[in-house]
Structure formats: structure tokens, C-alpha cells
């Protein structure tokens, strides 16, 4: 039988980290149009620029004009950050090269990264949409611990007090058939085996 690791935090906050699994290839076809994303497929540092390249093949035997672009999401960023022109003759292949960079606390993780391809058939408005899955497999952020005690906190009567507020918390990471692991006082990040991530009021 399958089972499936997961992480519990106390405050209702839930994640749950499953095998790898298998992705779709980055390419995708509109009309004459086939686009396909070429980069690595793992990072494990951030802060440094990676090469993407994106391939376009024209399989009309007109000329395809339009833009490309490359999206990320979260603390990552892309150069050209907006929509670059592209021309590729008939019967043949063109391609653009892009940089991606994951930024600071970009966690260990599956992230996207689009490439859109728009251009102009037979009088029509296409787009390409090729997705490139990168996996981050990167250290466990060093983080100083607190010093905050594991204590009860006084709300006055008739009062009211905001939880996510709060540094006085503890998460519990439980994997299946294993003993339960309870973080540090206040502790927030991702779990390094799990990668399971808490993040209090964000």
C-alpha cells in the first residue's frame, strides 16, 4: 500500500508533501506552432541565474511573426522580464534564450515556468502554452532559534487575542508510521524532509 507523508501544525495549518511525480513534456502546439522549453530540471541554489531556451517550429509554409515571454511565479524572477519579438521562416526552427532565478527564500518545492508564444494564423489570435516544471531542492533556511518560552498567555476577561499574531506557537510534523516531531517555539519554514511549510499570518 501507498501512503502518503504529511505534516500536521497545530493552528490549523496543514500541508501535506507527496512523491515525485511525473510531468507532462514542456511543449505545446497552436495551430502551425510548436513551442518547447529546454532547462534544467532541478535547482539547488538561489540567487543564480539559470538558462532557459524556448524552441519554436514553424510546420506552415508561411513566415510566423509574434512575442514570446517567460512567467514565474513567487520570489522568482525572469529575464527579458516582458515580451520579446520572434520571426521564424517556413519549415523551420528559431528560439530565444531566457534566464530564471530563484529568489531568497524560494523553498524546496515543484515550480512552473510558463512560456507563451503569441502570434497571428489565418486571420486568428494563437497562443502557445508549454509549462517546464523545475524541482528546488535547496538547504533548510538557517534560522536563529527564539527564545520564547512554552508558557500560557493571559487574555483579560471579555478580551480578545489574535492567534496569528502570536510568536508563542509550535508546529508537529507527522509522517505516517513515524513518531511526531514537534519544532522549536515560534518555529516557521519548510521541514526539510517533508517539505512541509508553516508560515504564521503570511
Not at 489570435?125 to 518560552?149: M, S
Not at 508558557?151 to 476577561?157: I, K, N, R, S
Not at 492567534?163 to 522549536?184: C, D, I, N, Q, Y
Request: charged share 20%.
Amino acid at each position: 500500500m501507498l501512503t502518503w507523508p504529511f505534516v500536521v501544525a497545530i493552528l490549523g495549518t496543514c500541508s501535506w508533501a507527496a512523491p515525485a511525480h511525473a510531468y507532462n513534456p514542456p511543449v505545446d502546439t497552436a495551430g502551425p506552432l510548436t513551442v518547447r522549453i529546454e532547462g534544467p530540471e532541478e535547482l539547488t541554489q538561489t540567487g543564480v541565474p539559470l538558462p532557459v531556451r524556448v524552441v519554436v517550429e514553424n510546420r506552415q509554409d508561411e513566415r510566423i511573426e509574434g512575442t514570446l515571454e517567460i512567467r514565474v511565479i513567487d520570489r522568482w524572477q525572469a529575464q527579458p522580464a516582458g515580451p520579446v519579438p520572434f520571426s521564424v521562416d517556413p519549415r523551420r526552427a528559431a528560439s530565444q534564450e531566457f534566464q530564471v532565478l530563484a529568489g531568497e527564500g524560494t523553498y524546496s518545492a515543484h515550480y512552473p515556468i510558463h512560456a507563451y508564444a503569441r502570434f497571428e494564423s489565418g486571420g486568428t489570435q494563437l497562443t502557445a502554452h508549454p509549462i517546464l516544471i523545475l524541482e528546488t531542492k535547496l538547504p533548510p533556511l538557517a534560522r536563529a532559534p527564539l527564545a520564547i518560552a512554552w508558557a500560557p498567555l493571559d487574555v483579560p476577561e471579555d478580551g480578545e487575542l489574535a492567534l496569528w499574531r502570536l510568536v508563542v506557537h509550535r508546529s508537529v510534523v507527522a509522517v505516517f508510521g513515524e513518531e511526531a516531531k514537534t519544532m522549536p517555539v515560534g518555529w516557521q519554514g519548510a521541514e526539510a524532509r517533508s517539505r512541509g511549510s508553516v508560515g504564521i499570518g503570511s
